[in-house]
């Protein structure tokens, strides 16, 4: 809904309901400069049960930032040379409780003459409130902003190891975290390797725990020795798949603690320190 300037009379159609959830009807005239909205959509934008619905009111609800993207898609919508029918999304502040909803919208103009020259007479279409699923999406990307974010900060690393053939796949985040080139292509020995003293027993104990209780799920800090000689602590998660025998795959991210784990242990020696001196 922007500015619809439409020819002929309103025009009534049935709602319907499409396979990406209900779709409510509407329908526009010029004569009053009125729209047609059955129950559900006036339900939807929070209108009232009965009484005329101007475009006023439409563009009252339609929030400002989206005001000049539905103006231009009605624009482009009525003109007989262009006729688009994309669909698009916007947001509504609902008059009713001042909610905000993300709304999806569908259009198509009828054309006809009016002295001669084509214009549009009617224009009938669509709406659907996707909120959820707007909110849900938006989520997911923050989601992997946040994590695409933490990558490139080198403080952590997807992995992906083939159980079946004790390959891992190499990323440059996870070369980055043991200080190999970003191209390497480390064996899985080569990685284990890397354990502090007695890091892979305690981590293979704590795997089969895990596994014999059903879970499939591990997290546990490590400690490694990199190349360089540092050690480093970092926070294994794991998820070992399928759920149940023979595994065949595990996935899981690694997140380097160690400046964490030093403060930990800086804040422990000084309490010890401050016990014995009492």
Known sequence: PGRHVLAGPACRSPRS??????????????????????????????????????????????HP?????????????LNPDVRGSEVYSYRIIRPDNGEMRWIQAHGLAQFGLVDGVETALTYSGSIQDVTE???????????????????????????????????????????????????ATPSTEYLRSLYAPGEEERLKEISEEQMAEGGTNVQTEVRYIIPDGQERTFLLRAQIQPEQPPFKRAIG?????????????????????MCHRL
Do not use: C
Request: overall charge negative; aromatic content about 4%; proline content about 5%.
């Open 17 to 62: 309901r499409g396979a990406g959830g209900p779709h409510r009807r509407l329908a526009l005239g010029r004569a009053m400069d009125t729209i047609n909205y059955s129950d559900l959509a006036r339900s939807i934008f929070g209108l009232p049960e009965s009484g005329a619905i101007t475009m006023d009111m439409v563009r009252a609800l339609t």
């Open 65 to 77: 930032e989206d005001l000049p993207v539905t103006r231009d898609i009605a624009k482009r919508a």
């Open 133 to 183: 699923r707007r909110v849900l999406r938006d989520a997911l990307t923050d989601q992997e902003a946040r994590l695409r974010l933490a990558i490139e900060a080198g403080d952590l690393a997807v992995w992906d190891l083939d159980i079946t053939t004790d390959t891992v796949s190499p990323t440059p985040e996870l070369n980055r975290l043991f200080g190999l080139p970003p191209n």
């Open 253 to 273: 991210v690694l997140i380097d603690v160690t400046d964490r784990v030093r403060q930990e242990q800086r804040v422990t020696t000084i309490a010890m320190e």
